[in-house]
């Protein structure tokens, strides 16, 4: 049996969390530079204000309703999500960490009941952190995602599906509201006739793989309580690392561009060391202009290092020998950013066999890369950072008006 976890409203749920006087009342967050509605309280859900929508369409209208409106912080919803996947993986030894926001964990021997069992992980992650979650309780990863949306409608927020009611809630979900089924696959399948999920089982297998591969296959399988996708317990090493920005204010001098982009830098090389890789290409982007305001394109370049590097010193330098290359005074620059992949696992590099001083070099490089990261990680991730970047920072910074104060981060009782 599995369990899907998911946090209510998450990023509704941390503001709350940290500002009780906004309980029971309408809450939106934003996206980076306030652009988009990317979660919603129950409250707005209501009044039919659409998940993405830009919040410049709707500012006047969530005023006149009450609405506190939030702009995104990420670094604190990551923390709480930390604390959560810490709880939740006391209840088992096999967990999966999907999203932010949820998790799939098989639910032990032990666990007896296994709506009791959920019963219990919803009272103690409300009662030890203060945010409130749903579980989908199913033989399946698809079917227990199934689950836990539906379980949110319900006041016990628990939703097992068992052979009993399988059939009908597979017949009052849409196609489209499957998980793994996307809009144009919707879209296709409802050509066909298959409007629910029900329709969606019931189709000869060989159909469904012919039209929609051993991916639809999966999910029709899935479907029928036949479990088909495994738990990922370990994320697997990522393939690339991206980090971009749309920044606050137009840049035009390659100075601010240049820091600018540094700054992205030195965030994917953090995530690079975090995983204990090096990298072997690191390409470079950045955006002129708006689209809506005419005149708007893309500039890029990468580079090929001789021996995948780690240090924050040499994948800046590089990035920007590339910003020099593309850069074209007269731009407005709105977005950059940088992808770094082609990884090596960075204890066993490929090296040049005659050119012993720099590779003492460039050692002394990663191992003080590595002491800045040990002491962000302990005492706040902008401890220790260029001074440039302090001072120039304030320019490429998004736009969050509606930002909460600083968190202070949250203990998990014991």
């Not at 990023?11 to 906004?22: A, D, G, I, Q």
């Not at 090096?278 to 955006?287: F, K, L, P, Q, T």
């Amino acid at each position: 049996m599995l369990a899907l976890c998911d946090c209510n409203n998450f990023f509704v749920s941390c503001e709350r969390l940290y500002r009780p006087e906004l309980l029971g009342r309408p809450v939106v967050v934003l996206s980076n530079n306030d652009g988009c509605i990317v979660a919603r309280s129950n409250e707005v859900k209501a009044m039919g204000i659409a998940m993405g929508q830009p919040y410049f369409q709707v500012q006047g209208l969530l005023r006149r309703k009450g609405v506190v409106v939030c702009s995104g912080n990420l670094v604190m919803y990551k923390e709480i999500s930390e604390k959560v996947m810490k709880l939740l993986s006391r209840f088992t030894d096999r967990m999966e960490e999907y999203s932010i926001d949820e998790a799939f964990l098989c639910l032990p021997a032990s666990a007896g009941d296994p709506a009791k069992f959920a019963a219990a992980i919803r009272e103690k992650v409300d009662r030890w952190i203060g945010i409130p979650i749903s579980v989908g309780l199913a033989s399946t990863k698809t079917l227990a995602k199934l689950a836990s949306e539906k379980a949110k409608k319900t006041e016990s927020g628990i939703l097992e599906i068992t052979a009993g009611n399988a059939r009908g809630l597979l017949e009052a979900t849409e196609i489209g509201d499957v998980w793994g089924i996307g809009r144009k696959t919707a879209e296709q399948l409802n050509r066909h006739g298959v409007l629910n999920a029900a329709h969606f089982t019931d189709r000869d297998p060989a159909w469904v793989k012919k039209r929609f591969t051993v991916r639809g296959l999966m999910t029709q399988i899935e479907l029928k309580g036949q479990p088909c996708l495994p738990l990922v317990t370990e994320a697997a090493p990522p393939k690339s690392i991206q980090v971009s920005r749309t920044w606050g204010n137009v840049l035009e001098s390659f100075g601010d561009v240049s820091l600018a982009m540094t700054d992205n830098v030195l965030k994917a090389a953090r995530q690079l060391r975090q995983n204990g890789l090096a990298a072997g290409v690191i390409s470079v982007y950045m955006r002129y202009g708006y689209r809506h305001h005419g005149e708007c394109g893309y500039l890029t370049r990468d580079l090929i290092f001789q021996s995948p590097v780690l240090s924050d010193f040499e994948l800046s330098y590089a990035a920007r020998l590339l910003i020099q290359e593309i850069f074209q005074p007269g731009r407005k620059y709105t977005q950059g950013g940088v992808i770094l992949c082609r990884f090596t696992d960075a204890r066993f590099r490929q090296r040049e066999l005659f050119d012993e001083k720099y590779y003492r070099e460039r050692s002394k490089l990663e191992r003080f890369s590595h002491a800045v990261d040990e002491i962000n990680g302990h005492f706040g991730e902008r401890v220790i950072y260029p001074a440039s970047l302090a001072v120039k920072e304030k320019i490429w910074r998004p736009n969050r008006k509606h930002l909460s104060e600083k968190w202070e981060g949250l203990e998990v009782r014991s």
